[in-house]
């Protein structure tokens, strides 16, 4: 079965450092999500990509972060100087279209940041 | 704007028996899907099952099935014969037609005793 993938699993960085995170979506997908979670809280949105550009955007996804599909297969999430409150769980998900109603998201195993 | 309540943020029940998760969800939009989603100890999310706002049927995915009641805007997710897997964190979700982010709620932390 189809799945989303993400690397790393986990990232350890130092505060101020630059990261960058990978994910692969389910391969005909066109909707792609990065949502983050701190530890204990609920899962929040960051953005939405949709035919190589933003289409939505939280109020977290500021200047510091950005997205980017760099070939036909990832996508990546960069976050330029990393604070300490970056640190979270961060998913990737993918959706196949909005076509329908609503379309399910599919989400990858998540990487772990840790911001020191 | 959406919003997303989940009121039990943990439930105990015996390995067998069903389970009754709560999910209330507030939305002005007349076109919605509400969204169950399961997270293990190991921290990936798996989704579980799906509701669309027109669909006059409650879903059903095995021993997953959505309480969808609209007039209460109630979206409980109902668990059958529970297993000492199903032990997680569970969290609702809803989208709404043309703004396809999915807003969460706080989730319940559900463990099953054998």
């Known amino acids: ?25 389910i391969s005909n997908h066109l909707y792609f999500y ?8 609920k899962v929040e949105f960051l953005v939405s990509f949709y035919n190589n550009e933003i289409s939505e955007k939280s109020e977290i996804f500021d200047d510091q972060f950005s997205v980017e599909r760099p070939d036909g297969s990832n996508f990546t999430l960069k976050i330029r100087s990393t604070k300490l409150e970056d640190s979270a769980m961060y998913f990737c998900a993918s959706s196949e279209a909005l ?9 990858g195993p998540g990487t772990r940041l840790l911001v020191l | 704007a959406q919003k997303i309540t989940q009121t039990q943020p943990g439930m105990f029940v015996q390995e067998k028996e069903a389970v009754t998760l709560d999910c ?22 798996i989704f579980l099952i799906y509701q669309g706002s027109y669909d006059e049927q409650n879903a059903t995915e095995g021993r997953y099935s959505l309480n969808f009641q609209k007039a209460r805007k109630s979206a409980n997710l109902v668990i059958s014969a529970s297993q000492l897997g199903d032990s997680a964190m569970y969290f609702c979700a809803m989208s709404t037609f043309g ?3 999915l807003t969460f709620g706080t989730g319940t932390r559900l463990t099953i005793i054998p």
């Open chain 1, 1 to 25: 079965e189809p799945e989303v993938t993400q690397t790393p699993s986990h990232q350890v960085t130092q505060m101020g450092q630059e990261v960058i995170l990978r994910c692969v979506p």
């Open chain 1, 99 to 107: 076509l329908k109603l609503q379309e399910t998201q599919y989400f």
């Open chain 2, 99 to 101: 703004n396809e982010k």
């Open chain 2, 24 to 45: 209330t969800y507030d939305t002005s939009d007349q076109s919605y899907g509400l969204f169950w989603y399961k997270q293990p100890s190991s921290g990936e999310m």
């Open chain 1, 34 to 41: 990065w949502y983050r979670q701190i530890l204990g809280q």
